[in-house]
Structure formats: C-alpha cells, structure tokens
C-alpha cells in the first residue's frame, strides 16, 4: 500500500508542476489568447471592397478619431495587442513606415487598435515603441468584429473614399507597408 502511495506521488508531481505552470502563464497574460492566430495564411487576404464600417475611438491621448473624418485620406487600420509577438516584431516598421510617409506630406493615416488587451499593458506599448499615430483601445471588440478580425496583428487599408480595400493578416515590414499603400496614394 504504502509503495502504490508513493508512485501515486512521484507520478502526480510532473502534472502538478505542468499545471503549476499553465496556471502562472496565464496569470502573466492576463487570461489571454497567446499568439495565435485563426488563419494559417500570413500576407494579403482577398476582401470584396465595400464601405469600411465607420468607428469612433479615443485614444490614449484623450483625443476622438472617427473614421469618417479621415475621407480624404488612405487610412490603415493597425489591429494588435501588447501580449503578440508579431505585433511587436512589426511595431518599429510601422511607426518608421508612419513617419516617413507624414514628412512626405502624403495623404495618409494610421490609426492603431488594441484589441484582447489590457489598457495598462497597451498604453506601455504605445510608449516602448514610440507609436506616432493615433492609438486607442477596443475594448469590447466592436471595432474588431466589424471588421472581421480573426487573428493579430491585422491591418485593413481603406481608400480616400471611405472603402474597404486590402486586409493583412500577420506582420508587415516597413517595405510591404509602402507597397500596400502606394497604389491608393497615387490616386
């Protein structure tokens, strides 16, 4: 009896240890999805161009962008999260992307939003990367949802005319931003 105890016990301590572990990272991540994402397919994603759903968002600076606001300009829809990898392997590109295009004085603009996130984790990532544009929470998903995001990080392109016309999924280098963007600059 006392032998079967015993195996009982060296048997149980790896999945105590296992749990133990599952347990303390998703304490880390606050309950959050890890970096996974629901398509397996990184890159352009066909979309049928029709309006983009219009949103209002306050970022964290306080101030309000809605999206109608912005007709005029090629706006591109960043979706991420503090916790994703890719989110912060691509940050740099983006912000670098943002700058060069505003000191070009070219008619575009980004607009960044967190989304599965915690707001205190992703006002830390807004400041780590020096994120330029316009960045606030969704914290509800309703933007998210509209737009059909299944996975971080997303973009979505939308014209000068307020239409949806690319989507991303995965991350993007600086050079692919360019070149997603520049045919809706030319027009």
Not at 129 to 149: C, E, N, Q, S
Request: aromatic share 10%.
């Amino acid at each position: 009896m006392r032998r079967r105890w015993h195996l009982f016990l060296v048997a149980l301590g790896p999945l105590v240890v296992l749990i133990s572990l599952l347990g303390w990272a998703l304490g880390r991540s606050g309950g959050l999805p890890a970096n996974v994402a629901v398509r397996a397919t990184l890159g352009e994603v066909p979309v049928r161009a029709r309006p983009a759903p219009d949103f209002t968002l306050t970022t964290f600076d306080g101030t309000t962008v809605r999206l109608g606001d912005l007709r005029g300009k090629v706006v591109l829809i960043d979706f991420w999260a503090s916790w994703c990898a890719p989110c912060r392997a691509e940050a740099p590109a983006l912000a670098q992307a943002y700058r060069d295009l505003q000191a070009r004085g070219l008619p575009v603009e980004f607009v960044g939003i967190s989304v599965w996130d915690r707001e205190e984790d992703a006002r830390a990532f807004r400041e780590r990367f020096r994120v330029p544009y316009p960045t606030g929470m969704d914290p509800k998903g309703r933007i998210a949802l509209d737009y059909g995001i299944t996975g971080i990080p997303e973009k979505i392109i939308v014209d000068r005319r307020g239409m949806l016309v690319k989507k991303f999924v995965g991350p993007m280098t600086e050079e692919e931003v360019w070149r997603a963007l520049e045919p809706f600059l030319k027009e």
